[in-house]
């Protein structure tokens, strides 16, 4: 068994393996290292430790697996986000926190695995529904800052919050879609702009409170 294998695998005297959550691990690792393309269930299960058939005994298909995973890692980065938003603190602070989370996301794998998942969307009904589902959430949390932001500085100019969370929306999945394919640069500065907005923030909310 490999070194990953091992890693994954628990204790052999834990009294009662949590199956369902190895294969996801497993299938998360799988993901990261080689995407999803190349993805096979039988090294997911390799990797876990148990045999081929727990797969289709927990989730039906692979497909519901990474499904699984997805929402799995989604779930926790979404906590997370809502909480620094919910937070007391400037909306230029919180959009420094966001641009921070970014790199701690690029980092752990997880913006590759978003956009994994993304691209094999585009052949798969199932696998689009739930990438829709977990991408709104993020919209609505992104809809709640721009709500803010409209009452706080007295409208946000020519557009509606709907449109601005539209905007910021397409600005992270944009810069992230250029990070994984090496386009940022010194010419090509994606994520030294996006923490740039939040310097343009920072004047706004100055201005709106009169400091």
């Known amino acids: 068994m490999t070194d990953a294998a091992k890693a994954v695998v628990p ?31 039988r090294r997911v299960a390799e990797i876990a430790g148990v045999p081929l058939s727990q797969i289709h005994y927990h989730f039906g298909s692979k497909e519901r697996l990474f499904l699984a995973l997805l929402d799995h890692l989604n779930e926790g980065l979404l906590k997370r986000q809502a909480e620094t938003f919910a ?4 909306l230029w602070r919180r959009w420094e926190r966001a641009c921070d989370f970014l790199d701690d996301d690029l980092a752990s794998g997880y913006v590759r695995i978003l956009h994994e998942m993304i691209a094999a969307s585009l052949s798969s009904p199932e696998i689009a529904k739930a990438v829709r589902r977990d991408l709104r959430g993020w919209f609505e949390l992104l809809d709640g800052l721009a709500q803010e932001a409209e009452r706080r500085f007295g409208g946000l100019g ?26 940022e ?22 201005a709106a409170s009169g400091s």
Do not use: W
């Open 158 to 183: 020519p557009f509606s919050a709907a449109e601005v969370t539209s905007l910021v929306s397409a600005a992270f999945l944009g810069s992230e879609t250029m990070i994984l394919l090496e386009i």
């Open 87 to 90: 937070a007391p603190m400037p």
């Open 11 to 41: 204790p052999q005297n834990k009294q009662k393996r949590d199956t369902r959550a190895e294969l996801i691990s497993a299938a998360e690792l799988c993901l990261y290292r080689g995407g999803y393309a190349d993805l096979s269930t």
């Open 185 to 206: 640069s010194p010419h090509v500065p994606v994520r030294q702009a996006l923490r740039r907005f939040g310097e343009t923030i920072r004047r706004m909310e100055e």
